[in-house]
């Protein structure tokens, strides 16, 4: 099984551009989640899905969008990418019914760099 | 979102020596978890604790869920190289959300 996969591994963007990380999970988990990682900081929670066609915010969900056509992919959108918005990008899946239970499964982590 | 206090923010330890560390909220937590992270990887769970005053191993790591159930403990006994890295621990974000909040880590490095 490959588990949690992220594309692309790193992207360098300019200011205002927009881009789409992609998130894929071949383990069948209803529960996909977005998190951030800032040098110093821990991971914060962007957008969580419970399942496809259905997706929430998170603490920090300003300046991203995200949809869930699909149990399996879980996109997360920059529309117009900012520089505050360099960061670590991590997806992450759970075969729990939630996302504060169980384990979370994360990706390798896309690395972001707006200029 | 909660957050959590986690120190110490690094350790510096020679191979061998166990290795304490800790984690606090101000509110109180129903879960807590212990992630591991690899440099250039995302985070793997170690260890999760569900019931207050909960004592939980998995191999050379030990992990408490703090009778306040605003604390947590995790120490690793008699360290080796690839216990490097940065360990986090985790709780509910609370708030209505359904995700986790993290510390801000503990960044172990092991002297030969």
């Known amino acids: 099984n490959a588990g949690v996969t992220q594309t692309p591994k790193f992207q360098v963007l300019k200011t205002g551009q927009s881009m789409t990380l992609q998130c894929a999970q071949d383990?069948?988990?209803?529960?996909m989640s977005w998190y951030r990682q800032d040098p110093g900081m821990g991971l914060r929670l962007i957008h969580y899905?419970?399942?496809?066609?259905?997706?929430d915010q998170g603490e920090v969900p300003n300046g991203y969008n995200v949809s869930r056509s699909t149990t399996e992919d879980f996109p997360l959108r920059l529309l117009s990418a900012a520089p505050s918005q360099t960061s670590v990008y991590f997806c992450?899946?759970?075969?729990?019914?939630?996302?504060?239970?169980?384990?979370?499964?994360f990706g390798e982590g896309s690395r972001l760099t707006v200029l | 979102g909660q957050q959590l206090n986690q120190s110490p923010q690094s350790m510096f330890i020679q191979e061998g020596e166990d290795v304490s560390m800790n984690c606090t909220s101000s509110?109180?937590?129903?879960?807590w978890l212990w992630y591991k992270q690899d440099p250039g990887e995302g985070p793997v769970l170690l260890i999760a604790?569900?019931?207050?005053?909960e004592l939980t191993s998995n191999g050379r790591l030990t992990a408490q869920f703090g009778i306040t159930r605003k604390d947590s403990f995790l120490n690793i006994s008699a360290s080796i190289p690839s216990d490097v890295g940065i360990y986090f621990c985790?709780?509910?974000?609370?708030?209505?959300?359904?995700?986790?909040?993290f510390g801000k880590g503990t960044h172990l490095i092991i002297q030969p």
């Open positions: 899905s419970v399942g496809a066609g259905i997706t």
């Open positions: 604790l569900y019931k207050a005053g």
């Open positions: 509110s109180i937590f129903n879960t």
């Open positions: 985790a709780g509910p974000l609370g708030g209505g959300a359904d995700g986790l909040t």
């Open positions: 992450a899946s759970t075969r729990g019914l939630a996302g504060t239970a169980g384990e979370l499964f």
């Open positions: 383990m069948n988990h209803e529960y």
